[in-house]
């Protein structure tokens, strides 16, 4: 019998197929650690009528289609696939004991999971019963010289990172937040295996009884593709102070972010929380006011292309990060800002 | 107080259907000895009693024997526990994973990220959001929800009652030999994941540093960049400026 190939497993969440882009970022960095252990990279689907979740008009391959045909066309070599009416709604108990079963018999390296509500409350229960380590909210993912899975996460507050790895229990596993890693262009061309896997027959009925779902879909614009962003911090010192920021987003035409004690003192809602906790940006401009830099807040920055930030420490690790660093009271140059800029675009 | 929003929420939620359904609240947390504070803010806001699992053995413990300590505590002093309410909130929490391992350590059902609970009888109704999908679940009890914050407002603590709580010796103290467990199963021994270095991120990119007042640094960074904003946000801000 030759060896089994070590395989990277990458959890197939499809619901939100269109805005939730964290499985295709996932395989395509699995496939990035797959060259360096010479492994495979297979996508893991439960569902019901997969095919029919990815609108496959524009695939020239007409062997695969649908979430699995998406899945090959980004990176997976296989997909492991269960499609039963049964899984026709995601269901946390059904799936952790699908994905268990199946780790158990397959033994792969590692499991990477993206960080969606779902895949924070899945992660943990699957590692739990396989009896292997997790590290949540990665923000990178490496091969050390050891072979194994170097996980880098916010660590203590937010000005470190720590680097973790699971040394002796299998998988390692890992989730980590969209946005994090860039996906590989769709091709066509791929090919890759099919693994059906029948539902099993002693499946328990799950002890979570869904009663009603509703899709609310993401109203309006969102900060996540806007091309001017705002960020404030505690640095700007009041609510009133921060609700310069709307009016400054008004003459720039962007979308207004916050950290999390703007956040937790009501200047701003949750929905503009920009980091580890709510979203990742990638503006062309993005300017952060009295911001300190926390890696919790900054990891989900990366993106950025030009950034702006001001600042009264010259030293704050935002100012580090800058393209142009402005010592400054942010609160007075905002309002300078917005002065200037009513004159030069009236 | 020393509690953690999510902690306090979980609280606040327990109060609530206390307040509904009757019941008795046990605030139980594992951390070192003055943890004993968060426990005695918990009995200020309401809480029956505490219960304090601490031991060096129990230090440095990953979310998964952190579950797995948090469970044998609890199945050895509420065996016949209701309900285990624990925070979540993507906002706030360390990992969000303790409440669902403890889930499965307990083996009960279990639901995360939780907006509203509304219990009756054995079985308690739960919303939502997740994922852009309000979700409304039931479940049996006994049971495990893990609550997001923000959804009620959490209490205050009563004037004095802090001192009042600080009087009251409603708290029991447990380490790992007085739960029955093997100190290697506990803390950094008992971890799967080992932490092989801490650092600062990547260090600053060479910048221009802007100082002086405010109006004169705005004129500045228009002098230098305004191409890019004004690309960024479609408009040319050079050619307007000059015809003012
Ligand atoms: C598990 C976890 C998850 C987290 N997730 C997130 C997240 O998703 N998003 C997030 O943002 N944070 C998150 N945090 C918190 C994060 O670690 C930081 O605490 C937070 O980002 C700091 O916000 P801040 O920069 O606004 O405040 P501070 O750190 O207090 O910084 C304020 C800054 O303003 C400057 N300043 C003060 N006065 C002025 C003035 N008049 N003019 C100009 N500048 C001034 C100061 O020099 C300082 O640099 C998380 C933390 C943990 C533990
Ligand atoms: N040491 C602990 N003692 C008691 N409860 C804990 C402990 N660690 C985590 N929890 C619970 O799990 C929730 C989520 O924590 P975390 O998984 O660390 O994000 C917390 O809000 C608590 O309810």
Redesign the interface.
């Known amino acids: 019998m030759s060896a089994k190939r070590r395989a990277i497993w990458v959890f197939g969440d499809y619901r939100n197929y269109f805005q939730n882009r964290v499985t295709l970022q996932l395989l395509s960095r699995a496939r990035d650690l797959a060259k360096k252990i010479d492994g495979e990279v297979c996508a893991v689907v439960f569902g019901h009528w997969t095919e029919e979740w990815v609108d496959d008009a524009l695939s020239q391959n007409p062997t695969f289609c649908g979430v699995v045909g998406e899945y090959i066309a980004h990176g997976a070599d296989k997909v492991y696939l269960t499609d039963h009416p049964r899984l026709a709604a995601y269901s946390m108990e059904t799936y952790a004991l699908l994905m268990e079963r199946l780790a158990k018999r397959e033994k792969p390296e590692m499991i990477l999971i993206g960080a969606t509500t779902f895949g924070r409350e899945f992660a943990p229960r699957v590692a739990k019963r396989l009896g292997t380590g997790l590290t949540a909210d990665c923000i990178g993912l490496d091969m050390n010289d050891a072979g194994l899975l170097v996980q880098t996460a916010p660590f203590f507050g937010g000005n470190l990172v720590a680097q973790i790895v699971t040394p002796e229990r299998r998988p390692q596993m890992a989730t980590v937040r969209p946005g994090t890693f860039q996906e590989i262009p769709h091709d066509s061309c791929r090919t890759g295996k099919v693994v059906k896997v029948p539902l099993p027959k002693d499946l328990p009925a799950d002890r979570v009884r869904l009663i009603r779902v509703e899709h609310r879909p993401p109203r309006g614009r969102k900060i996540e593709d806007a091309h001017v962003v705002l960020c404030g911090g505690r640095g700007l010192g009041s609510k009133k102070k921060f609700a310069k920021l709307y009016e400054l987003a008004e003459l720039l035409n962007g979308e207004v972010g916050a950290t999390r004690p703007v956040v937790y003192a009501h200047w701003a809602d949750h929905d503009a929380l920009v980091g580890q906790a709510g979203k990742h940006i990638k503006p062309q401009i993005l300017f952060s006011f009295g911001i300190s830099g926390a890696i919790q807040h900054t990891a989900a920055c990366n993106g950025a292309k030009f950034v702006i930030a001001v600042n009264k420490n010259p030293n704050a690790a935002m100012m580090k990060k800058a393209d142009v660093a402005i010592v400054a009271d942010a609160s007075q140059f905002c309002t300078a800002l917005i002065q200037e800029l009513k004159r030069s675009i009236r | 107080g020393m509690m953690n ?1 999510a902690c306090r929420a979980a609280l606040e939620a327990a109060l609530r259907i206390r307040e509904a359904q009757g019941g008795e609240i046990t605030a139980i947390t594992m951390g070192p000895p003055m943890a004993e504070e968060v426990l005695r803010e918990a009995i200020a806001l309401g809480a029956d009693r505490g219960v304090l699992l601490s031991d060096r053995a129990m230090a440095g413990a ?3 024997v952190t ?1 797995f300590t948090l469970a044998r505590a609890i199945e050895k002093i509420c065996p016949r526990f209701d309900l285990v309410l624990c925070g979540c909130a ?3 929490s ?5 409440g ?2 403890l ?3 307990l083996q009960v ?5 939780v907006e509203e609970i509304t219990v009756s009888g054995r079985a308690v ?1 739960m919303e939502r ?12 009890l006994p ?1 495990l929800i893990t609550v997001t914050t ?1 959804v009620h407002a959490p209490r205050h603590v009563p004037l004095g009652g802090l001192q009042a709580a600080f009087d009251a010796a409603d708290i029991v103290l447990f380490d790992a030999a007085s739960l029955g467990l093997d100190p290697a199963q506990l803390g950094v021994k008992g ?11 990547a ?3 060479k ?9 004169r ?3 500045q ?2 002098e230098s ?1 305004d191409d ?2 004004g ?5 040319d ?1 050079k050619r ?2 000059k015809s ?1």
């Open positions: 929003p990953d979310t998964s579950s993507t906002s706030d360390e990992t969000a994973q303790v669902p391992q889930a499965e350590e059902p279990g639901v995360g990220y109704r959001l997740a994922d852009h999908f309000l979700e409304t679940l039931e479940m049996d049971g923000g971890s799967a994941t080992t932490i092989l270095g801490v650092n600062s991120p260090a600053g990119k910048n221009i540093v802007l100082t002086g007042t405010p109006k640094i705005v004129e960074l228009f960049f890019k904003i690309g960024a946000i479609g408009k801000l307007d400026k003012s």
